[in-house]
């Protein structure tokens, strides 16, 4: 079946230091790939989606491409701010093989120091 | 505009009660989902509703869990006679119709934190 693996956290960082969350998957069709944050105190939302292989997506500084030699989404971020710290999930759509639902992965917390 | 709103927000019961969580989508959107997050665990589909489709209950542990979705807005997440393994956060989400050519994002409630004693 379909499932993602992200790195284990806690991730600590220092201010304006570069961060990668590693995120692979398995999926027996071509998934579109997402990360989701979720801030202290506050509900689940997308941060980034990519839909098929070579895309990039990006927001608020971040940015994941479609890796589909290496089965991968890192999220990456060059200079991060306390204002990051939160937790990250990164999930799988795979419409042709497991209709709407959304596997995540287990999420990476990240804490990051002023 | 008004978010996804769940009720309660937590929830401490005993084992062998029922518990029924409720949750109130963004208005106008058509498709809604269930999640569970245990502690130190990813989110788990438990099910979603399409409009007026045949829901997807594959994601159900368990057949003392079911939900409804009336009218095609409020849903109620029952669990019947429950356990301590079903301590966790239910998380219900909502989006825009979905279609197998895209992906509508998932506006996510805030949760209901279920403690079975």
């Known amino acids: 079946g379909n499932s993602v693996t992200q790195m284990e956290g806690p991730v600590t960082l220092s201010e304006e230091a570069f961060l990668t969350i590693n995120c692979t998957y398995t999926a027996t069709g071509y998934p579109s790939l997402f990360w989701y944050v979720q801030y202290p105190g506050e509900g689940l939302q997308l941060l980034l989606k990519a839909t098929k292989a070579d895309d990039k997506g990006s927001n608020k500084g971040f940015e994941a491409t479609y890796r589909k030699e290496t089965t991968s989404f890192h999220l990456e971020k060059g200079s991060v701010q306390v204002s990051d710290s939160a937790v990250y999930f990164c999930?799988?759509?795979?419409?042709?093989?497991?209709?709407?639902?959304?596997?995540f992965g287990a999420g990476t917390r990240l804490f990051v120091k002023a | 505009g008004a978010g996804v709103s769940q009720s309660p927000s937590n929830k401490v019961t005993e084992k062998g009660k029922d518990v029924e969580l409720r949750c109130d989508p963004i208005?106008?959107?058509?498709?809604l989902y269930w999640y569970r997050q245990s502690l130190g665990q990813g989110l788990e589909f438990l099910i979603y509703?399409?409009?007026?489709?045949?829901?997807?209950k594959s994601g159900l542990p368990s057949d003392r869990f079911s939900a409804e979705r009336t009218g095609g807005s409020v849903s109620t997440l029952t669990i019947q006679r429950t356990q301590q393994e079903d301590s966790a956060v239910y998380l219900c989400?909502?989006?825009?119709?979905?279609?197998?050519?895209?992906?509508?994002?998932?506006?996510f409630g805030p949760g209901t934190r279920l403690t079975v004693l």
């Open positions: 999930a799988l759509s795979d419409f042709n093989t497991g209709g709407f639902k959304t596997i």
């Open positions: 208005s106008g959107h058509t498709a």
């Open positions: 989400a909502s989006s825009l119709e979905s279609s197998l050519s895209s992906y509508n994002e998932q506006f």
């Open positions: 509703f399409q409009g007026n489709s045949a829901p997807d």
